[in-house]
């Protein structure tokens, strides 16, 4: 089994409010978006990468791939609006019925393990995400006071990669833009056409970076990791 990946990175990093794209900013001397290219580039099961871009960040990431020799095929599409007519354009592109994932380039950290038990279970169920149990007590707030204190059990938090054969996500992307649908992932595009989507038990540190407090989190993941493999 192999696989292609959209990897999302055309956004504009706002809420980290650092006047660029946040995956442009270092970890370790090296640009987050570098290290999220690097998980798929050192896997011999991805086939290839669709990386959804800024047209203004173009120069920066053309010039980042080479001097960091990402040298497997990569094609580089034009961003949306919005993450998901981000990943409607990269989906136009796709030529293949296998498996496809969408992973957020602001997610360095996921691991090559995950991804292949994630591609295959999206091969045997037609779509599966990666996500961790909830661990906070969660309560549904409504203007400022407690409504409802949810079983947690059944909660998790979600995140990507998430995983699917190739035409039924495009039917879900296609169905999504007919009825001016937007989601916050992708699998709620698929879970609205009623196929089932499959679960996967991920990592709590495959962390989205997304505020500045990210970042040290970021360092110390990486700290953690530089540990395990000495
Ligand atoms: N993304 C994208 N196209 C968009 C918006 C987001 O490709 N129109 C990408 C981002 O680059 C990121 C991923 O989707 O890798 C997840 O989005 P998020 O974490 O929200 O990143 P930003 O949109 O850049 O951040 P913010 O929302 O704070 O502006
Ligand atoms: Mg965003």
Redesign the pocket.
């Known amino acids: 089994m192999t696989y292609q990946v959209i990897?999302?990175?055309?956004?504009?990093?706002?809420?980290?409010g650092a006047g660029k794209?946040?995956?442009l900013l270092s970890l370790n001397e090296i640009p987050i978006l570098i290290h999220t290219l690097r998980v798929f580039e050192e896997d011999s099961l991805c086939e290839g990468m669709i990386l959804?871009?800024?047209p203004q960040d173009e120069p920066e990431f053309k010039r980042l791939l080479k001097t960091y020799q990402i040298n497997k095929e990569i094609r580089l599409v034009p961003?949306?609006?919005?993450?998901q007519?981000?990943?409607l354009n990269a989906l136009k592109t796709v030529r293949s019925d296998g498996i496809i994932l969408v992973h957020?380039?602001?997610?360095p950290f996921i691991k090559t393990e995950q991804i292949h038990r994630l591609a295959e279970t999206a091969e045997r169920a037609g779509a599966a995400i990666v996500g961790v149990p909830a661990k906070d007590t969660m309560k549904k707030v409504q203007d400022g006071v407690v409504a409802e204190t949810v079983e947690r059990s059944s909660l998790w938090a979600v995140q990507t990669p998430q995983a699917f054969r190739m035409p039924l996500l495009l039917q879900a992307y296609e169905q999504a833009e007919k009825d001016g649908y937007l989601g916050t992932d992708d699998s709620s595009l698929v879970e609205r056409l009623g196929h089932p989507v499959a679960i996967v038990e991920g990592d709590y540190d495959n962390i989205?970076?997304?505020?500045p407090e990210d970042l040290f989190f970021a360092e110390a993941i990486l700290k953690k990791r530089q540990r395990e493999f000495c």
């Open positions: 990897l999302p990175a055309a956004g504009q990093g706002k809420r980290m794209n946040k995956l959804v871009i800024h961003g949306g609006r919005e993450r007519y981000s990943i957020d380039a602001a997610r989205k970076i997304t505020t």
